[in-house]
């Protein structure tokens, strides 16, 4: 389980350009704390955040995967036009491509982190690293409220706040709750990407040229904050689908993982340490 807990979001990292065939996949929709659900699919996470004022979802991956997250939301109980506000974990085409289409559905205020708003609203042809790829543009969506690093968006009781954890996108962010849980509340982080995808230049990046340098910020970002319900933009960054099947047995939420948090952390700054070396001496 350790070795594709650590191997799989290196193969995630180059997978942007081709879809692989999890992210379309249904997976089981299903309770993570009080008000806290996954509605995603097997491959691209959704997350459904419940309150009495409307609900809030996180990522909207593909066009396609829209009526996968309305049924699933639906299949849990809730109202899909009751989603009041519309966030994403950063401007990359499997998690932000429904966007456009859930705005329409269900009126929701899109909110976007600064940096990624140009490249939502061009439908990912200003992506600094994939603009220039057909298979990975997408409707342009235009953004409701634009967020800055540690802003907070509020409804009905609930907070989350937004950590700018930029490099994987320019305005990649990791967002924290409190979520309660039998009796306990639990600090949630939902990481955004710390990976360097395949073919992504860290020295000498004309289009980017501080990437190396917000990569860095993530990391100390990342490690600052305190976590016990570990989640992300894929499943696959804190083993969803090998968690999943322990929620059945009525034993200690699976997803309480601040461990597991800290070796994803490290291990995906070893890969990104790695990789800065590795590209910095090939440098003539």
Same mark, same amino acid.
């Given at each position: 389980?350790?070795?594709?807990?650590?191997?799989?979001?290196?193969?995630?990292?180059?997978?942007?350009?081709?879809?692989?065939?999890?992210?379309?996949?249904?997976? !089981? *929709?299903? =309770?993570?704390?009080?008000? $806290?659900?996954?509605?995603?699919?097997?491959? %691209?996470?959704?997350?459904?955040? /419940?309150?009495p004022q409307g609900n809030i979802l996180i990522n909207s991956s593909l066009e396609a995967?829209?009526?996968?997250?309305?049924?699933?939301?639906?299949?849990?109980?809730?109202?899909?036009?009751?989603?009041?506000?519309?966030?994403?974990?950063?401007?990359?085409?499997?998690?932000?491509?429904?966007?456009?289409?859930?705005?329409?559905?269900?009126?929701?205020?899109?909110?976007?982190?600064?940096?990624?708003?140009?490249?939502?609203?061009?439908?990912?042809?200003?992506?600094?690293?994939?603009?220039?790829?057909?298979?990975?543009?997408? !409707? *342009?969506? =235009?953004?409701?409220?634009? $967020?800055?690093?540690?802003?907070?968006?509020? %409804?009905?009781?609930?907070?989350? /706040?937004?950590?700018?954890?930029?490099?994987?996108?320019?305005?990649?962010?990791?967002?924290?709750?409190?979520?309660?849980?039998?009796?306990?509340?639990?600090?949630?982080?939902?990481?955004?990407?710390?990976?360097?995808n395949t073919g992504y230049k860290l020295v000498n990046n004309a289009l980017y040229p501080?990437?190396?340098?917000?990569?860095?910020?993530?990391?100390?970002?990342?490690?600052?904050?305190?976590?016990?319900?570990?989640l992300g933009a894929h499943g696959e960054y804190y083993g969803m689908i090998e968690k999943?099947?322990?929620?059945?047995?009525?034993?200690?939420?699976?997803?309480?993982?601040?461990?597991?948090?800290?070796?994803?952390?490290?291990?995906?700054?070893?890969?990104?340490?790695?990789?800065?070396?590795?590209?910095?001496?090939?440098?003539?």
């Open positions: 389980m350790l070795a594709r807990f650590l191997i799989l979001p290196l193969a995630l990292a180059g997978a942007l350009v081709a879809q692989t065939p999890d992210w379309t996949e249904p997976f !089981p *929709p299903h =309770k993570i704390a009080d008000n $806290l659900y996954y509605v995603g699919s097997k491959g %691209l996470a959704s997350y459904l955040v /419940t309150t995967s829209v009526p996968l997250i309305q049924a699933s939301v639906e299949k849990l109980g809730f109202k899909f036009s009751d989603t009041k506000i519309l966030l994403i974990s950063h401007a990359h085409w499997d998690h932000d491509a429904g966007s456009a289409a859930i705005k329409k559905l269900t009126g929701a205020q899109y909110m976007v982190m600064d940096a990624d708003v140009p490249v939502v609203e061009s439908g990912g042809t200003t992506d600094f690293q994939y603009g220039k790829t057909p298979g990975n543009q997408y !409707p *342009p969506a =235009k953004v409701d409220r634009i $967020l800055h690093d540690g802003d907070e968006v509020k %409804l009905g009781g609930v907070t989350l /706040t937004a950590h700018k954890t930029p490099g994987h996108t320019k305005g990649c962010t990791t967002w924290t709750m409190k979520a309660a849980d039998r009796g306990k509340t639990f600090d949630v982080v939902i990481v955004g990407s710390p990976n360097v501080q990437i190396a340098q917000d990569f860095e910020t993530t990391f100390r970002v990342l490690k600052s904050l305190p976590c016990d319900i570990f999943y099947p322990r929620l059945q047995n009525g034993g200690a939420n699976p997803f309480v993982d601040p461990e597991g948090y800290k070796k994803y952390v490290t291990e995906r700054e070893q890969a990104f340490r790695a990789e800065l070396k590795k590209q910095t001496a090939s440098v003539p």
